[in-house]
């Protein structure tokens, strides 16, 4: 019995202690439970608040965007999108953890972002963890925010895309909207190139700190988008934007567009129109301020389209240069009377072929339409890539629009001829254009000249493509010939430039008025297009004026000679041509030239300059071409007149400006600088 008792009482006491012990974990447990979730709930769901570990995406850096000197044109800078997290502001106010009300809060808040308080006001009053208060926010207005310590309020990183020359090729260039991808322009085509490769990383927040801390780990780290550089040379895109600007003010016309082609490649040297608008700031523009004429507007080109039919006529051997045509002033082919736009003045006899280019006769090209044939005409139409798009590397070209071959009449032949019922756009005119310039081959136009890494490694280089033979070199040659003589003796007088042989063809359409679907008497489109030199080309000039509104004339050569003589003077005195036969543009004196060309002199500053400024320098003896690229270097334009060499500016040399002044420049001949 004592044997059995002593097993008993053994194995009680160690069954004892085991539930004893047990009984104390689970009281232990029970008792952190009950801490945990009612005496520290409320300090432990604020650290939670506090800090937490999310997965974030990362943008990559957008490529930057030169022009053809190497300029900035566009690129991306860093900036802060602000956030908030309302429950977690207002769980904080409540427990009066925070003093501040979110009225106070949102005045604060907007006062620094310049936005209603109470729009910010309307979001931190959401029953949501995460709100977004402002994107694009610069840094030092972050870093001001940040300064306040409001709980719940914090910032992720964000990238703005800017134009640091404002509206300069704006339509070309596009947007880049929030997210980061462009929506427009070369901007939009390029997207893919220029916007690089995401990454993601996860990262720990402090938002009591107001702090992002160290990666915990990241992946697939980012890749940074390449970078273009364009075919736009910053020199002749600024004659492009100055005559745009003079056209828009002494016209008030709707729209005015500017083009500007090496008609031997294709490429874009100047491209441009008005309205415009500012692509940092694009939400303060309408898509109408922003839209791409040069390669989206579609309108009747008139008499600019008499180059074309020309051409086809000339190539197929239906005329000569020299045939004659009666001109009486009027033309009547059922159910129109055709008219010229000097009907009224005078009539014109029996002009040849030539002669009817020169006086831009209606009548004239539509009986060269008549002998072409409706067949012909429409082959040679689709072969100088008329009713299809150009493939010009920029998002939005349109197609223009051809009338149904089928649907043609005799009417409709003739008013095609001299550029009426058909709509084109202003790329696929200046390419048909090029074409007859260069010899009779259709190029395809392109802006991006080359891509490159962010490092500078070429990526790809942009060739010339050629799209087709149109015409023989014979036709060409002849046609030009025929526009040198519009240019000396014709309509495009206004467009001469001493010492050079310029080509071109005046245009005036009238345009249809939507209300009554015929022709207006009132408004009407206004262009002309030139290439020079002649024999050897350099560049192609389209000038468009839409409804213009003031001024003596409407017509096309009144209206686009000068400006278009003004761009294609420019651009031969920067590459270094004479434009006049008294003028020199090159540097080259030999011993015995009695005048010694003036060269630049050291410049004084007038004072250091600070951020955003530069030095003027001096220009004196310069080249229209060096003046460009010295200009250029600083961010400065400049405004010209004369040719040859500098002899004035203004701002003088060492005068300290800010980044993107107007240097008016002053040329004139060698002995004009050296009195």
């Known amino acids: 019995m004592k044997r059995r008792s002593k097993r008993t009482i053994s194995y009680f006491s160690r069954d004892r202690w085991v539930h004893l012990i047990l009984l104390c974990m689970v009281t232990l447990v029970l008792a952190r439970l009950v801490t945990l979730q009612i005496v520290e709930a409320s300090d432990l769901k604020a650290k939670g608040i506090e800090r937490r570990t999310t997965d974030k995406s990362l943008r990559p850096e957008r490529g930057t965007i030169y022009d053809a000197q190497g300029n900035v044109l566009a690129q991306s800078i860093p900036v802060k999108e602000i956030y908030a997290d309302p429950k977690t502001l207002s769980d904080l106010i409540i427990k009066k953890q925070f003093k501040q009300t979110k009225e106070d809060v949102a005045k604060e808040l907007g006062s620094i972002l310049a936005i209603k308080s109470q729009d910010i006001l309307d979001k931190l009053n959401k029953n949501s963890s995460w709100v977004s208060l402002a994107h694009q926010v610069d840094i030092d207005k972050a870093d001001k925010i940040m300064a306040l310590k409001i709980p719940g309020v914090g910032l992720n990183e964000e990238e703005k895309r800017f134009y640091p020359m404002g509206n300069f090729a704006a339509s070309a260039l596009g947007i880049v909207k929030l997210d980061g991808h462009g929506v427009e322009g070369v901007e939009s085509y390029y997207d893919k190139v220029l916007f690089g490769m995401p990454g993601f990383k996860s990262q720990e927040q402090d938002i009591k700190a107001r702090s992002i801390l160290d990666a915990l780990h990241q992946s697939d780290p980012t890749r940074p988008g390449n970078c273009i550089s364009l075919t736009l ?375 250091s300059p600070v951020g955003g400024e530069v030095i003027i320098p001096d220009l004196t003896g310069m080249t229209m071409r060096q003046v460009g690229d010295t200009l250029a270097k600083s961010e400065l334009h400049f405004n010209f007149t004369g040719s040859g060499l500098v002899n004035l500016q203004s701002p003088q040399a060492g005068k300290v400006v800010v980044k993107g002044t107007t240097v008016e420049v002053k040329f004139s001949s060698l002995n004009a600088v050296n009195p």
């Open 233 to 607: 040379d910053s020199t002749i895109q600024y004659f492009v934007e100055q005559q745009l600007n003079q056209l828009q003010q002494s016209t008030k016309a709707k729209t005015v567009t500017i083009l500007a082609m090496d008609p031997m490649t294709g490429r874009i040297m100047g491209m441009g129109s008005r309205p415009s608008f500012d692509p940092t700031e694009y939400d303060k523009a309408t898509p109408d301020e922003r839209r791409n004429l040069s390669i989206s507007m579609s309108y009747e080109p008139g008499s600019t389209f008499k180059i074309i039919t020309g051409s086809a006529a000339l190539e197929e051997g239906v005329i000569q240069p020299s045939d004659t045509f009666p001109d009486p002033g009027y033309l009547r082919i059922p159910p129109r009377l055709i008219t010229n736009w000097d009907s009224d003045q005078k009539p014109h006899g029996n002009p040849t072929f030539t002669q009817g280019m020169q006086l831009s006769s209606n009548v004239v090209l539509a009986q060269v339409g008549k002998k072409l044939g409706i067949d012909s005409f429409y082959i040679y139409l689709k072969a100088f890539g008329f009713g299809s798009k150009t493939g010009i590397d920029i998002s939005g070209e349109e197609s223009g629009l051809l009338l149904p071959q089928e649907k043609a009449r005799d009417i409709d032949l003739a008013t095609m001829s001299f550029g009426q019922a058909n709509s084109v756009t202003p790329i696929q005119l200046l390419s048909a254009i090029s074409a007859v310039a260069n010899g009779g081959t259709l190029y395809r136009p392109y802006i991006v000249d080359k891509i490159t890494t962010p490092d500078g490694q070429l990526v790809q280089q942009q060739k010339p493509t050629p799209v087709r033979q149109v015409i023989t070199k014979a036709t060409a040659m002849q046609m030009t010939k025929i526009l040198e003589q519009v240019v000396s003796e014709g309509t495009g007088h206004l467009a001469q430039i001493p010492g050079i042989s310029v080509a071109g063809k005046t245009g005036t359409a009238q345009k249809v008025d939507p209300k009554t679907g015929a022709y207006s008497t009132t408004d009407f489109i206004a262009s002309f297009t030139a290439f020079a030199p002649a024999e050897d080309p350099k560049i192609a000039v389209l000038v468009i004026i839409d409804t213009p509104k003031e001024g003596e004339s409407h017509q096309g050569g009144s209206l686009g000679g000068p400006p278009a003589k003004a761009i294609i003077e420019g651009v031969l005195q920067y590459f270094g041509l004479s434009v006049a036969k008294d003028t020199q543009s090159t540097v080259s004196i030999s011993p015995s030239d009695s005048a010694v060309r003036p060269s630049p002199k050291p410049v004084i500053p007038e004072r």
